[in-house]
């Protein structure tokens, strides 16, 4: 294995049992790490033991001049992101020890098949915050629904995607 692989499979061992607060870390420093990530100054963080995007407002990051509002290209990465963290994240709560070759097979394949972004309010805010859960978790793919709310908790944006493995 790489250590790229590593780096986005959590370095997990055969053979033994896995430490979710481990191979959560490991998630969000290879996303953090991204330079697309870097570039948009977004961040995923573990929050009470859940995988969270998030993102402060920045100039840079303004689509709307006229109404100094987020580009909806910036919730739609926050979005897309925070989806396919989680399965990858999901993917590893699930599996059994017998079970983690696949798992880690599957956790570097995982791409975005499909998604529907409705934009619910303008994007105004401090800074934004994405969480995602998983409607279903199959064998060849999993579809998750994700909401991105402001500093006020107010529903910016919310998406539903579905991603291969």
């Known amino acids: 294995m790489s250590e790229s692989q590593k780096k986005w499979t959590g370095n997990i061992h055969f053979g033994a049992k896995v ?34 995007g998030y993102i402060e407002m920045q100039p840079y990051l303004i689509g709307n001049v006229a109404f100094q509002i987020l580009h909806g290209g910036v919730a739609a990465t926050l979005l897309d992101s925070i989806g396919g963290i989680v399965a990858m994240a999901e993917l590893y709560k699930r599996a059994g020890v017998d079970e983690l070759p696949e798992t880690l097979k599957k956790v570097s394949r995982l791409a975005t098949v499909d998604m529907r ?31 991105m709310v402001n500093d006020e908790g107010k529903a910016i944006a919310t998406a539903i995607a579905s991603y291969a493995y």
């Open 19 to 52: 430490d979710i607060n481990v191979v959560l870390e490991q998630l969000i420093q290879a996303f953090n790490h991204s330079p697309y990530f870097s570039h948009n100054s977004m961040q995923m963080r573990v929050v009470d033991g859940e995988i969270e």
């Open 117 to 147: 972004v409705d934009y619910l309010s303008p994007g105004r805010g401090q800074h934004f915050i994405a969480k995602a859960e998983t409607l279903r978790l199959g064998r060849k793919g999993c579809t998750m629904r994700m909401t």
